[in-house]
């Protein structure tokens, strides 16, 4: 299922302020990490950018508030369709995507030029990281992996069995060996690690 947005997105983020207050009702884990992702990204040219596990559109809204320059084309894949309402995605992406990352067909989005990969690998296996990671870099010249790097055990939230941590025990260490031929670059936290992510 998709759900398209006819809105035209202004650089300056006018169009969306009604959708950003809403946002501010569900706040991502922690701030940790955001600036050095800011710092990595707002000199890049990008067309086209990925959002995976949108959420309450913790990316989109980053980029709006800190104004990165403006991107022709925001994609959201949220797998919990409820959030699509909550948090009015269909307002701050251009489209989103209404389905499980794991049975996403990427080619059929592709290519972009980079891919947000925000608080979603802890929510799947490690092979299935593996398996998505590789199908990102397929698609995406460059992608961002927060990730916590703790202990982070967490159940179903509102009723959204897609919260569920299937892998709650990351670390730093594993993160750079299970992604090494793919990450050039990383910040690790208190609680939360970031990791800069190219294509071969």
């Known amino acids: 299922m998709k759900a398209r947005s006819s809105k035209e997105f202004r650089c300056d983020g006018q169009t969306n302020i009604g959708a950003i207050k809403v946002l501010l009702l569900r706040k991502p884990y922690t701030k940790e990490g955001k600036d050095v992702i800011l710092d990595w990204v707002r000199d890049l040219e990008l067309a086209a950018v990925l959002d995976i596990g949108a959420g309450s559109g913790t990316y989109r809204k980053l980029f709006i508030k800190n104004k990165v320059p403006c991107i022709a084309s925001w994609t959201a894949i949220e797998a919990w369709e409820p959030y699509i309402q909550k948090f009015n995605l269909t307002d701050l992406y251009n489209t989103v995507i209404n389905q499980d990352i794991r049975q996403v067909d990427f080619s059929s989005i592709g290519p972009v030029d980079l891919t947000f990969m925000g608080d979603v690998l802890e929510h799947v296996t490690k092979q299935e990281s593996i398996n998505i990671v590789k199908h990102v870099m397929t698609i995406s010249k460059y992608a ?57």
């Open 144 to 200: 961002v992996i927060s990730i916590p790097i703790v202990h982070w055990p967490q159940h179903d939230l509102h009723g959204n069995p897609f919260e569920v941590h299937v892998k709650d025990d990351w670390s730093d260490l594993e993160v750079k060996e299970t992604f090494a031929q793919y990450i050039t670059k990383s910040w690790a936290g208190e609680k939360i690690g970031v990791y800069w992510l190219e294509s071969q």
